[in-house]
C-alpha cells in the first residue's frame, strides 16, 4: 500500500515527523476505504522526497 503525503500518514498514524525508512508505525484510526484497521502495524520500505511515503501494513494474520 502507498500512502500519498504527509497528511495521509498523519492522519492514519498521528504525528510523522522525522519519520525514516524502516520505522515502524501503528494505525491509530479505521480507514475502511484502504482496508486498515485501528491496531495494525506498518514498516516505512520508502520515503520519498516529495513527501511520499511507502508503507507495507500487516495485521495479526500477517
Same mark, same amino acid.
Given at each position: 500500500?502507498?500512502?500519498? +503525503?504527509?497528511?495521509?500518514?498523519?492522519?492514519?498514524?498521528? =504525528?510523522?515527523? @522525522?519519520? =525514516?525508512? *524502516?520505522?515502524?508505525?501503528?494505525?491509530? =484510526? #479505521? #480507514?475502511?476505504?484502504?482496508?486498515?484497521?485501528?491496531?495494525?502495524? +506498518?514498516?516505512?520500505?520508502?520515503? *520519498?522526497? #516529495?513527501? @511520499?511515503?511507502?508503507?507495507?501494513?500487516?495485521?495479526? #494474520? +500477517?
Amino acid at each position: 500500500m502507498q500512502l500519498t +503525503g504527509q497528511d495521509s500518514l498523519t492522519r492514519l498514524i498521528g =504525528k510523522c515527523e @522525522n519519520m =525514516k525508512q *524502516y520505522d515502524v508505525v501503528r494505525i491509530i =484510526k #479505521d #480507514d475502511p476505504n484502504n482496508e486498515l484497521t485501528k491496531g495494525q502495524v +506498518g514498516t516505512i520500505l520508502e520515503v *520519498y522526497e #516529495d513527501n @511520499n511515503y511507502e508503507v507495507e501494513i500487516s495485521d495479526k #494474520d +500477517g
